[in-house]
């Protein structure tokens, strides 16, 4: 699978500091059922995106893309934990 690191796209400022907001709850998501909730924040937030045309479909698929590279990350480092 393709992975996207959301920090290094360019979007406009509002987008953004969404993105940001969402992707941090994200990382500090403190168990499996928490990092599936704010996945689907995320994921309704890119569909809302998408929906309104408001990005180009590129990066579209690049937010959906980081946000699932996010959660798994998250759900990894939620595996390790004792």
């Known amino acids: 699978m393709m992975k996207a690191d959301l920090r290094s796209l360019t979007m406009p400022v509002g987008i953004r500091n969404q993105v940001f907001r969402l992707l941090a709850a994200i ?12 996945v689907n924040r995320a994921e309704g937030f890119v569909l809302g995106l ?33």
């Open 27 to 38: 990382e500090v998501a403190e168990s499996v059922q928490a990092v599936r909730m704010a």
């Open 50 to 82: 998408e929906t309104a045309e408001a990005l180009k479909r590129d990066m579209i698929e690049a937010m959906y893309v980081g946000f699932e590279t996010a959660s798994e990350a998250r759900m990894e480092t939620l595996r390790t934990l004792p």
